[in-house]
């Protein structure tokens, strides 16, 4: 179909990729199937206490490792010190997938073993900042789906401009790795309603797939 707007492949930065739908609609449900189960537990999906004693309007739930402020671990040390649910292979596969996608080579030896699974509801949003708990500067593989929002991916230096403001829909993909790897980024807002009643999913999901090094 014809569109006045297309959205094309864009490379957003050095190392950034954005794809737009590249996960079609039975892909998407199954991933909603599956965060529904993580966001169960072991672990249960909750929002993150930040140092400050403020909490993420985020929730979030872990797989493989457990991402607190500002480490990982095996066990969700400020939840309720529970061992954190197994990282699956099929989605290592669909890491090694996104990559490939990306960056047009597959990379056999990319091997993500922790997903942060964030829900956003109509309010939340993530500030800036940059992935950097993990000791490795594999690729960051990021899936979205459900309701659209505003994503800023910015510079290596600090959260302040210059940005790239992408409107990430549902299916989208995005890869930052090699110079845009500790790239400050951050969702500045929802749209909510915008998800595909097909889907089932009132909010945003957005899976993030990364190497830890650990
Ligand atoms: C994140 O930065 O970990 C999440 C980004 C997103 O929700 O798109
Ligand atoms: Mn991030």
């Keep these: 179909m014809a569109t006045l707007l297309p ?8 190392g950034a990729v954005h794809i737009p739908g590249w996960l079609n609609l039975d892909r998407q449900r199954e991933l909603v ?3 529904r189960d993580w966001a ?7 929002h993150t206490r930040m140092p400050n004693g403020s909490q993420m309007s985020v929730q979030t739930v872990c797989l493989g490792w457990h991402w607190m402020p ?4 095996r066990t969700a040390d400020d939840v309720d010190g529970g061992p954190v649910a197994d990282f699956p292979s099929w989605l290592a596969e669909l890491g090694r997938d996104a990559v ?19 829900f956003y509801d109509a309010s939340a949003k993530m500030g800036m900042h940059q992935d950097k708990e993990e000791k490795s500067l594999a690729p960051v593989v990021s899936l979205s789906i459900g309701d659209s929002c505003l994503f800023r991916f910015g510079n290596t230096e600090n959260r302040n401009k210059p940005w790239t403001d992408v409107r990430l829909e549902s299916g989208d993909l995005f890869v930052f790795g090699g110079e845009s790897r ?4 951050g969702v500045m807002k929802t749209y909510p309603g915008t998800s595909d009643p097909a889907l089932g999913l009132e909010g945003r999901l957005n899976i993030t797939l990364r190497v830890t090094g650990l």
């Design 7 to 14: 959205r094309d492949p864009a490379v957003v930065a050095p």
């Design 33 to 35: 199937t599956a965060c």
């Design 40 to 46: 169960s537990g072991p672990v249960p999906m909750r």
């Design 70 to 73: 500002y480490r990982y671990s």
């Design 100 to 118: 490939g996608a990306a960056y047009g080579a597959r990379d056999e030896s990319y091997n993500p073993d922790a997903a942060l699974i964030n």
């Design 182 to 185: 500790l790239a400050y980024h």
